[in-house]
């Protein structure tokens, strides 16, 4: 199956960055040729697989999930008692009494073992618990907001790569027209049909062609290293020579899209998530104003001699109540039910965000769709005025400036088409990305 591909703006952009890079680097002499190409070509599946191993972005959230399943474990440690086990020896120069041998001893001996367990505490324990449960939920929907977002930045790479291929392209068809050109103009020349300024000018448009394609060749050379890096690869990757901006039309329409983001979106699964957690830590706040109950028990060993033959046991009953603790209880009630009225928000702008970019993303991909079509024709018929007015030329009914303008037309037509296809699959990656799912298949 053909690799696809995408980015979140248009071509142009890209095209004048590139370009802006290359002239701060200095501009090369017409003729220069380019450093090979040598980077691993991967398809678009495979750089995916790679990413979601090696991507950083990724492994920080998955190691947040991890950081969130202690925190869980810890909360049921609370349900359980603690137990603890403390042992002594001491040997002294001078004698000491030993009141329970009624004689004098410079060894003794000790150990002891105690448990205790908080019998009430105002269920912060159960919810504390609930709001761990809720944070490794919270982090496993972030990790798959992550690694969604994730794959969209690869596709975007992935398909600004093998635009800037097809730009090459672009450029070595311009250049061979030019050198054709220039051979048809100097034939012209000699028949007496053309002028030595038309020779000049064809010249000019030959060596701007070179230019031109030395620039799309390093702007290649760029794509692949973001390309590396958006992966995490050690090694430089790039497109597959298959690899092509597929334009396959959506099998969904914008209401079926919405349906779909209401029910998987990780935006909206991980706003959720954040605002559950950020209510249950408001009713854990309040169990404050409740009394805690404990009990604990010992077991104890001592002597001066080993093992121990003195045996004691304890056992005790505690409980507690805050009266006033200048306003703590208050203030911690406060900002966890704060945070819960933010989270709440936050999950509501979610909503409105989540609709206006799929929206918008639905609209771009509809707008690239029927310019992909529009721009086909405008290939097709640039180049038939360029074979047209080369015909003209040729009868002399035409000037060199005539040429020139075909030539570029038919150059921009086939720009326009790429940067057409380029748009469509960045705007498939964003929804893609927004709805959690693939939109290949209905």
Known sequence: MTSTCRHRSGWAPFAFAALAMFAAAGAPVAGQVA???????????????????????LQQAFTAIEQAEHTRLSAYGQLLPAVNMSFGYSNSSSARLDASNQGFSTTSYSTQLTASYNLFDGWSRFSDLKGARLGV??????????????????????????????????????????????????????????TRSDLLRSQVDLNNAKLALLNAQNSERTTTFRLTEVVG????????????????????TRDQLFEMAGASAPSLQTADAATRA???????????????????????WANSDFPPANRSWSLSLRGSYPLFNGFQRETQIFQAQARANLAREQERAAQLNLSSELDAAYSTSQSAQAGIDLALQNVELSNESLRVVQERYRLGLSTILELQDAQITLTQAEVDLVSRRFDYQLAVAQIEALLGRSVEQP
Request: glycine letters at 4%; a negative charge.
């Open 35 to 57: 450093p090979p190409q040598e980077f691993r070509p991967i398809s678009l599946a495979e750089a995916v697989e790679i990413a979601r191993r090696r991507n950083p972005g």
């Open 137 to 194: 939920l919270e982090q496993n929907e972030r990790y798959r907001e992550v690694q969604f977002l994730t794959v969209q930045q690869v596709k975007q790479a992935y398909s600004a790569a093998v635009a800037a291929r097809e730009l090459v392209g672009v450029e070595e068809r311009r250049l061979l027209r030019q050198e054709d050109q220039l051979d048809f103009v100097e034939q012209q020349l000699e028949l007496g049909r053309a």
């Open 233 to 252: 690869s050690d090694e430089r990757v790039g497109p597959s020579p298959e690899a092509e901006l597929e334009a396959l039309p959506l099998a969904f």
């Open 278 to 300: 950020a209510e249950s830590a408001a009713s854990s706040a309040k169990s404050a104003y409740l009394p805690s109950v404990s009990v604990s028990g010992g077991y104890a």
